[in-house]
Structure formats: C-alpha cells, structure tokens
T-cell receptor
Framework: QKEVEQDPGPLSVPEGAIVSLNCTYS??????FMWYRQYSRKGPELLMY????GNKEDGRFTAQVDKSSKYISLFIRDSQPSDSATYLC??????????????FGTGTQLKVEL | SQTIHQWPATLVQPVGSPLSLECTVE??????LYWYRQAAGRGLQLLFY??????ISSEVPQNLSASRPQDRQFILSSKKLLLSDSGFYLC??????????????????FGPGTRLTVT
C-alpha cells in the first residue's frame, strides 16, 4: 500500500463548477500538507500549504485537512479552463534533521471544459 | 524574490553517453536542494537531496550521481546513460533552517525541469 493515495483521473468538469480533489494517507506522522499544480511539461507550482487539521482559503482555493480520517482535500470554486492541470498532494512529518523529504501523491489530472 | 533555474530545458542523448544537468537558485542562502525524476504518468521520485555544500544524500541506487559545488548550485550527472534514465528531471529548493526548527522549511519550490530522452 502506498503511503499517499490519489485518484489519477482524468476529472472533467464544466467551467464554473466546484472541483474537489482528494488524497488519503496512511502515515499518522504527517503534519504538513501541500498542494501543487503542474501544467503539462512544466515544474510543479506550490498552491497551498497547511499545518495539521482545519481549513485554509486562498482566493478560489480551499485546502482542508482531516487528520482523524487521514484525508486531505483541495476545493476549487468557479473553476476556469486555466485550472486544467495535474494536481499533486504532498505531505511531511515534523522535521527532526536532514533534508525535508516530501511524500507525493501521483497526481490527479483535471480538465475544465468550456 | 527567489528564482530557480534549470538547464538545459530538453536533452536527447544516446545510450552510454554522459549527462550533466545543472540547477541554480537565486535570492536565498543555504537552501536545501533536491533532484526528482518524474516518469510519464507517474509521481515524483526523489533521487538526491543536499543540506549543504558537498553534502549529498542518495535516495535511490542507480547510475546517477549528484554534486553541490556551491551553496546555490546542484548538479546531476551520469557517466553512462541508460534507456531507463529517460524522464522529466526536476530540481527543487526549500528554505534554510530557521530558529526553533531543526532542518529547513517544509514547502519545496520547483524549477522548470529538464526533459531527457535517452535513445
């Protein structure tokens, strides 16, 4: 079993829809959670960053963490064609030394259609 | 603001040839640096990370190596490429250690990547 599971999609939605992207994880030590957006043939871009449980909102994006269920979500409101990309979740335990090794999901491909 | 550069953007190399990919970071000091490979349709595989000049940790045994000759420069190399080395290579950085935090910040920032095709 992978430490982080993410549905690969593709997920296709109409413009203006609310999108829900999710990851589940098995390591209860994970405390920091991130969402990245990756356009085709580009490097991943950090979208959201949250610590422990709760919600964090940034414009049209909301990141939600439920540590009791080991489940994180990214919601995109009023989705736009420019949101079409692959979304990667990433997570980390509290650092105790050395480099910060993130554990990534494999990514969900999102298509927002006109 | 911080900027991360990678070059070349694309590379086509024959099997058995050497490889050198370069990554540089601007606008920060003493960053943690990372090399990842992303195969088509797959997740990110951490290859190497570095917490300082000359300090390299390898995550996956393979015919690749990494070096950090300067604080903000990270190089990925191979003496002889294999077909299986084809992929999208990404360099990333995270912030330097902060007071009260043992090692670096958590979020990583990625470069534009190098697409390597081994023929």
């Amino acid at each position: 079993q992978k430490e982080v599971e993410q549905d690969p999609g593709p997920l296709s939605v109409p413009e203006g829809a609310i999108v829900s992207l999710n990851c589940t994880y098995s390591n209860s030590a994970f405390q920091y959670f991130m969402w990245y957006r990756q356009y085709s043939r580009k490097g991943p871009e950090l979208l959201m960053y949250t610590y422990s449980s709760g919600n964090k909102e940034d414009g049209r994006f909301t990141a939600q963490v439920d540590k009791s269920s080991k489940y994180i979500s990214l919601f995109i409101r009023d989705s736009q064609p420019s949101d079409s990309a692959t979304y990667l979740c990433a997570m980390s335990p509290i650092l105790t030394g050395g480099g910060n090794k993130l554990t990534f999901g494999t990514g969900t491909q999102l298509k927002v259609e006109l | 603001s911080q900027t991360i550069h990678q070059w070349p953007a694309t590379l086509v190399q024959p099997v058995g040839s050497p490889l050198s990919l370069e990554c540089t970071v601007e606008g920060t000091s003493n960053p943690n640096l990372y090399w990842y490979r992303q195969a088509a349709g797959r997740g990110l595989q951490l290859l190497f990370y570095s917490v300082g000049i000359g300090q390299i940790s390898s995550e996956v045994p393979q015919n690749l190596s990494a070096s950090r000759p300067q604080d903000r420069q990270f190089i990925l190399s191979s003496k002889k490429l294999l077909l299986s080395d084809s992929g999208f290579y990404l360099c990333a950085w995270s912030g330097p250690p902060r007071a009260g935090v043992v090692s670096g910040s958590y979020e990583q920032y990625f470069g534009p990547g190098t697409r390597l095709t081994v023929t």
